[in-house]
């Protein structure tokens, strides 16, 4: 058996907490990772782990290999990296983002990407809940607004500037809001995986903010809701412009509120601190930066 698979297995065990998960993960079974771990264990004549029906749990030999199998891993990675051509990367890199930001802004460039790297293996996984990177294997994730974890490394890659907008029809019998405030006597749909919820805060051209708290009897845990609702004449939304396209300059919306621009947010790929960055992440993050240079919907 392969003692660098084995290591392999041994490490994303420990991080993750499952065997279950690191077999789904490199797509065997559980108890193909329990004889590697076990054969691992076999060679060294050490206890590595101890299993409970609840949890599992390093030994003191289990935590100085682990140390060392990590530092191995990484060393590995950057080798191979620092010599090998980019068109020749292999594997899994697993990416998540949010279900609305990978349907319009990543899946169409995915082509471009895996045409340059045709041996990578792409696992996009596009969730608005929040994905823990260690327990579900995420090498990198597409997050919007800031990040404050300190065990994150995060990369810019451009902005999701927002609008204020309706229907056209949702305006036929109802007069337009001329400032934020006017808001509060209109329908509101709220975007409920925000952290500021029915507060709706505005950047003025003098470099100062408003909040408004808006209300409705609508909210929606997902862009693509938001803008089904938009579109069927449901309220108001403040909407990010990636998610409706040229739909903003269609007969059927109307912008309102120009003169009062909704809060922007960076758009960040991100992922776990290490002594260094695998190459396939470093790809994507290299070539989604320069699509969305020329992509008017999310450019910086």
Known sequence: MDRLDCIKSFVRVVETGSFSAVAKELDTTQPVISKQIAALEEYLDVQLLTRST??????????????????????????????????????????????????????????????????????????????????????????????????????????????????????????????????????????????????????LSSGGTIQVAVKGNLQVDSSNGVREAILSGLGIAVCPVWVLGDLIHSEELQVILKDYQPISFPIYAVYRRGRFIPAKVRCFIEYFTNEFKLNPWVSD
């Open 54 to 203: 609840r949890k599992l749990q390093l030994t003191q030999e289990g935590e100085r290999f682990l140390e060392h199998c990590q530092l191995l891993l990484d060393a590995a990675s950057e080798a191979i990296a620092s010599v090998g051509k980019r068109q020749n990367l292999t594997g899994k890199l697993r990416v998540n983002c949010s279900l609305a930001f990978g349907q319009y802004q990543i899946i169409p460039y995915l082509k471009g990407f895996l045409s340059r790297y045709p041996d990578l293996q792409l696992d996009l996984s596009m969730s608005d809940r929040f994905v823990d990177f260690l327990e579900e294997g995420i090498d990198l994730a597409i997050r919007i607004g800031e990040v404050r974890d300190p065990n994150l490394i995060v990369h810019r890659l451009g902005v999701t500037r927002r609008v204020t907008v309706a229907s056209v029809d949702y305006f036929r019998d109802r007069e337009v809001p001329k400032t934020p405030a006017d808001l509060v006597n209109h329908n509101c749909i709220v975007y409920s995986n925000l952290t500021t919820g029915s507060n709706w805060h505005f950047q």
